[in-house]
């Protein structure tokens, strides 16, 4: 993944909503380590076990709004995230510290979803995720942070529970 890889965002809804709702469980085996993300944004012991436990995801996805559930584990460490489609939410921190995190998340004309989203201090950055069905319907969420300077990515794969 290069880090100055971008891709634009055009305000246009794509031909087909893609089909994301429902339960997600993580292919662990198919899915990249998220240890370099995690060392980046300074993630403690017991978070860093927990997302390193990540069970899976439940997303809604319709016209207007996107969800998503992240879950593991150990369940304490859960987040949900709620948006209106384009435009800018502030969201608890993903690496469960105290404040806030301004995201916006969109749909792009090829059918994913990005959720662009940065944070102040302490260890301040910003951060890109996309959402996207595979040809096999396998979910890919593609993830990139930058803290400082330096970026740090990774890429999960999700089966869609039966």
Not at 99 to 123: F, M, Q
Not at 128 to 151: A, F, H, K, N, S
Request: contains cysteine; glycine residues 8%.
């Amino acid at each position: 993944m290069q880090a100055d890889a971008h891709v634009e965002i055009v305000e246009a809804a794509p031909a087909k909503l893609p089909d994301f709702s429902g339960t997600w469980i993580k292919d662990h085996a198919a899915s990249d380590s998220m240890d370099a993300a995690m060392a980046l944004v300074h993630l403690n012991g017991i978070t860093r076990t927990g997302i390193r436990l990540i069970r899976g995801l439940k997303l809604s996805l319709d016209e207007s709004h996107f969800a998503f559930t992240v879950f593991s584990v150990i369940g304490c460490i859960k987040i949900t995230e709620r948006y209106s489609l384009c435009e800018p939410s502030l969201q608890r921190r993903r690496d469960l510290r105290r404040g806030k995190c301004r995201n916006v998340a969109r749909l792009t004309p090829r059918g994913s979803v990005v959720i662009e989203y940065d944070w102040d201090a302490p260890y301040a950055g910003n951060g890109r995720d996309e959402l996207q069905l595979d040809d096999q319907g396998r979910l890919i969420y593609y993830c990139t942070v930058v803290v400082d300077g330096q970026t740090a990515g990774y890429r999960q794969v999700y089966h869609r529970k039966s």
